[in-house]
Each structure stands twice: as C-alpha cells, then as structure tokens.
C-alpha cells in the first residue's frame, strides 16, 4: 500500500512496513530539518521508499494545497502526532496546548480519505483526565472510520525497557464510498506520472513553485518558503 506519513521523524516508524508488509512511503511531511535530512540518508541508502519530503508544518502541507493532491494515491495516512500535549512528563493540557497535531491529522484524513489510518502517541492520550483519547475517537467516526487499539511496549517488542505506547488503526466504513478514494492507488510510475501532471519535481536538482527543493538520491525535499513562513504567521 501507499503510505502518506504525517510527522515522519527520521523514519524509523516507516522501517517495519516498508520491509514487513512492502508498503511504499509516496510523501514525508515533517518540519524539523535534522529528521528531514535522515529521510534523505535512509532514502538514499535504499531503507525507505523515494518520495517527495516536504519539511513544513502539517498547517502548510494543508494551506498549501499539498494534501488534497494525495487522494487516490496514499491508501494509508500515518501519524505519530506530537506526544508533548498528552505526556505526563509534561502538563497534559491536551487540545489546550498549540502544540497539538490532531486537529492538522484529522484535517489531512478528511482530505485525503484513505482506506486505512494509523496513529501512535503516548498512553498519556488514553489514560489522561482531559478525555482527548475520545475527542479522538469521535473524530474518526464522525468522518466514518471504526477504530481499534492497544498499548504495547517496547519490553514486548524484546527492548530492555517499557515504553509504552498508544496504537490506533483505523479503517474507512464500507470502504469504496469514496469514489476515487485511494482504494485506486497508484502505481509507483502511476505516482511519479501524477507528480509530473500536478508540476512537482521527481527530478534531481529541480524546483517547485512556491519552494526550493533539495533533492538527494531521486528525493526531493520541499523546504518552506518566505511565502509558506509568511502564511504561518497570519494563521
């Protein structure tokens, strides 16, 4: 399957259902510039798929127009939205911190429908006071998801210490309702004929309107412009 991956880090979320399950990464949407840049190394080294990384926040991957143009191409949109708002290492404030990525998630989902969505976060989100875990819940089936979920450990997974973690999957009701929802995915050359369609860049050393592209080992990177910086002040 295609996987859109929302947050992305440095990958290493991406590793098991690239080389477990053969699912393919066609978009990266992470702000930090260090996890951006270890993208492209695992990228280049052949541990995750070749696909567009846009290092901007998931409020301008929406502005921007960005997400709508991954309907009909991702089947899954992964997310491990920032832990900070439900952690207990912290104050827990949930839906009252700026930090929370949910609202961006739920806005990207609804976008682009896949069939299925994957979310990880801290067990903060599951057993806090602020009650966000159903805020959570009712916004996957408000847009017609049913979801499951577990905690599991890093302990379980053979690691010498615990690390629990929220997991939740969810799938689209009666998938297929979605006309040309991802349930028609592209093709890898589907993926890269559409991206030449729409005026991206699957070239190395091309631009993007709007942006300046870095690209490595048939990556390209789309960093945030004056334009894109401007936008986010005025959110």
């Given at each position: 399957m295609n996987e859109l991956a929302l947050f992305a880090g440095a990958g290493g979320g991406l590793l098991a259902p690239h080389h477990l399950?053969?699912?393919?990464?066609?978009?990266?949407?992470?702000?930090?510039?260090?996890p951006c840049k270890a993208l492209e190394a695992r990228i280049k080294d052949g541990l995750l798929s070749p696909a567009p990384i846009f290092q901007m926040h998931t409020r301008d991957f929406i502005r921007l127009g960005y997400a709508r143009k991954y309907r009909g191409v991702a089947q899954v949109v992964s997310a491990g939205f920032p832990c900070q708002p439900f952690s207990q290492a912290g104050s827990m404030q949930a839906g009252d911190d700026e930090r929370n990525g949910w609202p961006d998630?739920?806005?990207?989902?609804?976008?682009?429908?896949?069939?299925?969505?994957?979310?990880?976060?801290?067990?903060?989100?599951?057993?806090?006071?602020?009650?966000?875990f159903g805020t959570i819940l009712g916004d996957l089936a408000a847009s017609g998801y049913d979801a499951c979920w577990r905690v599991l450990s890093a302990a379980e997974m053979g690691a010498p210490h615990q690390r629990d973690?929220?997991?939740?999957?969810?799938?689209?009701?009666?998938?297929?309702?979605?006309?040309?929802?991802?349930?028609?995915?592209?093709?890898?050359?589907?993926?890269?004929?559409?991206?030449?369609?729409?005026?991206?860049?699957?070239?190395l050393y091309e631009t993007v309107p709007g942006g300046e592209v870095v690209a490595h080992a048939q990556c390209d990177r789309w960093q945030q412009s004056s334009e894109v910086s401007q936008g986010r002040q005025s959110l």
């Open positions: 399950l053969g699912w393919r990464a066609v978009g990266y949407v992470e702000m930090a510039e260090y998630t739920l806005c990207i989902v609804r976008t682009v429908q896949p069939e299925w969505v994957f979310l990880e976060n801290v067990t903060g989100l599951l057993s806090g006071s602020h009650g966000y973690r929220i997991w939740i999957l969810a799938h689209a009701k009666g998938f297929g309702r979605y006309g040309q929802g991802a349930g028609n995915a592209a093709s890898n050359q589907e993926w890269h004929d559409k991206a030449r369609q729409q005026g991206w860049s699957t070239e």
